[in-house]
């Protein structure tokens, strides 16, 4: 795992008093102590679901490849650290899929992936992850931290998840149901408009320019603080006294 990705994993999971009071990053900070005070989940959770804001989260939505080394490079040192600093006004769709081909084969689909049969199932995996558990993100990050994507998968999952386990993910995986969700995966992808040239693929907003994709994978940070519409946040630079936060006893 690459040394500024796994400081952010040190820092965001070694703190942790004894009480839940405040957000991660303010007190109790570890990926388990998160998971408890609801705040990975609320991260996850549709903006009708969450608690009132003055304003909607920007929404990113990121098209990729589990091998793509631009995808990681994007994925391990730019998204993940901003929806980390940035998660209460930043809302992060995950679609692996990317450059992928996919033929008909009786009620399945056959896919043919740009980097081999290894992208197919670092797909696949993340594909399963993302329907089947909120850790979803951390789990990807570590994944695509690692110096091999899919062999890292299943101690990512047993570090990040461990209530899931193994054994579920595969099932998924090899079955009709990881068959149909990269289906998904491979309708919205070729729903882009414009059709998608290259991979990482960012949408803002359900938006994709040219201006915004240099912008997102340049200073995803200065981009998401920017295009919120509500109260400037602490991390943004705002003050703490102008902004509402939506983690609860703050």
């Known amino acids: 795992m690459k040394a500024p990705t796994l400081l952010i994993l040190v820092i965001w999971f070694n703190v942790q008093p004894s009480s839940c009071p405040h957000p991660a990053g303010r007190g109790r900070s570890s990926v388990d102590s998160a998971l408890h005070c609801g705040v990975l989940r609320q991260c996850r959770e549709p903006d ?8 909607d989260p920007v929404r990113v939505g990121v098209y990729y490849e589990s091998l793509c080394p631009d995808c990681i490079n ?14 209460d006004i930043v809302s992060v769709t995950l679609v692996p899929y990317g450059n992928a081909q996919e033929k008909p084969y009786g009620q399945r689909y056959n896919f043919a992936c740009q980097h081999g049969e290894q992208e197919c199932l670092g797909n696949m995996i993340q594909t399963c992850l993302l329907n089947m558990t909120d850790m ?5 990050f570590c994944m695509e931290s690692s110096s091999n994507v899919t062999k890292a998968a299943k101690s ?5 998840a461990p209530h899931l386990g193994w054994d579920p993910i595969i099932k998924c ?10 289906h998904q995966n491979a309708l ?11 991979v990482p693929w960012v949408t803002v907003n359900g938006v994709h320019t040219e201006e915004l994709q240099k912008e997102a994978t340049s200073s995803l940070f200065t981009l998401v603080c ?6 400037r946040t602490p991390a943004c630079g705002g003050s703490q006294g ?5 983690f609860p006893n703050e």
Request: glycine fraction near 8%; aromatic fraction near 12%; charged fraction near 10%.
């Open 226 to 231: 920017r295009m919120f519409k509500g109260a």
């Open 242 to 246: 102008g902004y509402k936060s939506s």
């Open 188 to 198: 919205k992808t070729n729903a882009l408009v414009p059709p998608h040239q290259f």
């Open 173 to 182: 995986v090899n079955g009709d149901l990881g068959n149909q969700l990269m």
């Open 156 to 160: 990512c999952v047993d570090l990040f």
């Open 136 to 140: 979803a993100f951390p789990i990807i």
């Open 48 to 55: 009708s679901t969450r608690p009132h804001r003055a304003a």
């Open 74 to 87: 994007f994925l391990s040192g730019m998204l993940f650290p901003t929806w980390i600093m940035l998660h």
